[in-house]
């Protein structure tokens, strides 16, 4: 596979970190779903996280941009350190795209409104560069006749299709995915990871929560396994697959793997 | 099957199957396919036609509508002729006779202005201006003369100017930007000015025609008036209290609650007493506002507590993910309401916030009460001429039906922007 050969040549020892997280802790009451977290990911890495549900992979990454708070430790993301002040949430925000499982794409604009609205309103771009912006990422992810519809007459992966162009329409450093082919029908689900395949190609820093496999293997630097809130295990894809160490990935694996 | 395939491959499309049953068939299959059904239908018929029959006999063919005084009328049948006698007093009060073309208009421009506003492609700046036009020239007509203060002016100008600067901040050219800035300018220093005292107390006024009192104003404007401001009023009023029943704030959020149980748990005649007979007490003697107004303001707050309640429940209709989207955009909580949250929650609750308009349409004759002559008062006051007395079918009958045409197009309203607001969104 080409990015499997373009991902064995890139060297991440010399990048600056875009994300730091120090002993994040987080509770829901009095349920303990993150439990003393530490990760680096460096500018252009690919980072999978994967592990049983209620795992708390979904709340690691909402942590970094904010939908949910953190109780304990630091996260700093892009150099500013997050806290309770609403304008350092929003500077963060506006560098971190999100992609959601439900895809969350705002129903009653149209695809164009829906990719504009927050270079416009964000970022004060002008109405007509925004449109120009946000057709050449809808010609990307390969639905730009699609531009005057709304949401509900696409397909799923259309429509995840759109939340990513949307998400990329602020130009962020960083892309969060929340299972984003989870919700998907199975034909649908390859189109959603082409765009995010060519979208990896390019560089862009990404974590993507994913039981995709096989897209793990692809593009992924490193693979992360979580369970009840602990970072258990993580390492390159080849090694992570083939020689797991821990007997929980183990499990995991055995599960998801097995046919 | 093989004998659908087509060359190509394709499947052969099939049209569906045609009803040719015609008129007989239907009412076969639709009103008598058993004999329960036949008899039921046979029963609701008959009963309907013996209903209308007696009703058109007393309201049409046995009516009277050229009686000159309300003993010719005694005939058995609808005495029509007291509306004919009336109607100029029923539709507009005490308001003096010969002005009546002025309330009339009033009446004209109102629904001009209600009609053009409803139509969706108005739905942005040019509401405002269909606004201020017909609130203008429904005010100079009936009031007969506007005095303007020039605080008023420099308020506008503030406010324009401000509004400018900001919303238009890293779009517009700087020669407007400018224009904005001495909009703004201009209205602080004059309001400053006039604050202190420095600048006369001058006022713009516009005064064609006599000068007619609020207390002599009655019939079909007074209601219209009272619905359409109290809603006007209410409607953001309302969305602003069901933000901050919802709002992270205990303070905002204890306030919010707390007024909107008051006020739902008060019935609002006793909202309008309150403001016609207490609220006089609290205020520093020599200072009075004008009963109307007051009665408007009771009006806007009752009707702000039950929309309150209605926008809460479309808010609390729209999935977490909307929310987290708008966050995760980075839009701040001014941008994720109006621009996300309100437009979608509104859209759910057209139907029963119509319910809550039209309710509020009616509930605005309570007005009575305190001895404002809205319709339904003038109409009841048209009863107490001598000679006309005993008629007070015929004359709640017409209010009732002046009453269903409102209520009966906000209910079409609503439909037609259901359907309007969710195209191409329904799935």
């Not at chain 1, 390159?236 to 020689?243: D, I, K, R």
Request: hydrophobic letters at 50%.
């Amino acid at each position: 596979m080409a990015a499997m050969a373009a991902k064995a040549v890139r060297d991440l020892s010399g990048a600056s970190s875009l994300i730091e997280l120090r002993s994040v802790n987080k509770w829901f009451g009095q349920f303990h779903v993150l439990s003393d977290i530490n990760l680096d990911v460096k500018e252009g890495e690919k980072i999978v996280v994967c592990g049983p549900s209620g795992s708390g992979k979904s709340t690691l990454i909402r942590c970094i941009n904010r939908l949910e708070e953190h109780q304990a430790g630091d996260i700093v993301v892009n150099g500013v350190t997050l806290s309770n002040d609403v304008k350092n949430i929003e500077a963060i925000r506006r560098e971190v795209g999100m992609v959601f499982q439900s895809f969350n794409l705002f129903p009653h604009l149209t695809i164009l409104d829906n990719l504009t609205l927050a270079p416009i309103w964000v970022k004060k771009m002008p109405k007509k560069d925004a449109e120009e912006i946000a057709m050449a990422l809808l010609n990307r992810v390969r639905i730009p006749e699609q531009a005057l519809k709304y949401p509900g007459q696409l397909s799923g992966g259309q429509q995840q299709r759109v939340a990513i162009a949307r998400a990329l329409c602020m130009r962020p450093k960083i892309m969060l995915f929340d299972e984003p082919t989870s919700a998907l029908d199975p034909e649908m689900v390859k189109e959603v990871l082409d765009v995010m395949v060519e979208l990896a190609g390019e560089g862009m820093t990404m974590i993507c929560v994913t039981h995709e496999m096989g897209f793990a293997r692809a593009v992924a630097d490193r693979v992360i396994f979580m369970d009840r809130g602990e970072i258990v295990e993580q390492n390159e894809p080849e090694e992570f697959f083939a020689h797991p160490r821990n007997e929980r990935t183990k499990l995991f694996l055995g599960q998801i793997l097995h046919h | 099957m093989s004998d659908d395939a087509l060359p190509g491959g394709e499947r052969r499309q099939l049209a569906p199957p045609v009803d040719e049953s015609g008129a007989l068939g239907w009412m076969r299959k639709n009103q008598f396919s058993s004999w329960g059904n036949g008899i039921t239908t046979v029963v609701l018929i008959v009963a309907v036609v013996w209903i209308l029959s007696g009703f058109l006999d007393w309201a049409v063919f046995t009516a009277n509508f050229t009686a000159s005084v309300g003993s010719e009328c005694r005939g058995g049948g609808a005495c029509w002729a007291l509306i004919r006698e009336k109607y100029r007093y029923i539709f507009f009060g005490s308001f003096p006779y010969e002005q009546h073309w002025r309330p009339l208009f009033a009446v004209i421009a109102m629904l001009t202005m209600l009609v053009t506003s409803a139509d969706r492609r108005m739905w942005n700046w040019r509401l405002l201006v269909i606004w201020g036009l017909g609130s203008f020239v429904t005010f100079l007509l009936m009031f007969g003369q506007i005095h303007i203060p020039l605080s008023l002016f420099l308020t506008i100008a503030l406010v324009l100017g401000g509004i400018g600067m900001n919303l238009r901040k890293a779009i517009a050219e700087p020669a407007e930007m400018n224009a904005y800035r001495a909009l703004a300018a201009i209205g602080l220093v004059g309001l400053v000015l006039r604050i202190t005292g420095i600048l006369p107390a001058w006022s713009l006024a516009i005064a064609p025609f006599s000068y007619v009192e609020t207390s002599l104003w009655g019939g079909i404007p007074v209601t219209i008036i009272l619905a359409t401001y109290g809603l006007a009023f209410a409607f953001p009023y309302g969305v602003l209290l069901a933000l901050g029943r919802r709002s992270n704030l205990p303070l905002i959020k204890g306030l919010c609650v707390g007024f909107i149980e008051l006020i739902r748990g008060v019935p609002l005649i006793s909202l309008l007493i309150m403001a016609s007979v207490m609220l006089p007490l609290f205020l520093p003697s020599g200072t009075t506002i004008d009963k109307f107004l007051r009665a408007q303001v009771a009006v806007i707050l009752f009707a702000g507590a039950y929309i309150a309640e209605v926008i809460r429940g479309g808010l609390q209709s729209l999935p977490k993910g909307q929310f987290e989207a708008a966050d995760a955009m980075g839009l701040n909580y001014p941008q994720k309401t109006l621009l996300i949250i309100l437009p979608q929650a509104i859209r759910v609750v057209i139907p029963p916030l119509i319910n809550t308009f039209i309710g509020f349409f009616k509930d605005t004759s309570l007005v009575l009460i305190i001895g404002i002559f809205d319709f339904l008062n003038t109409a009841n006051q048209a009863l107490v001429d001598p000679n006309w007395a005993g008629f007070p079918g015929e004359v709640y009958l017409f209010a009732a039906f002046v009453y269903f045409i409102f209520c009966f197009s906000m209910s079409r309203y609503s439909k037609y922007l259901e359907v309007e607001l969710n195209k191409g969104t329904r799935r």
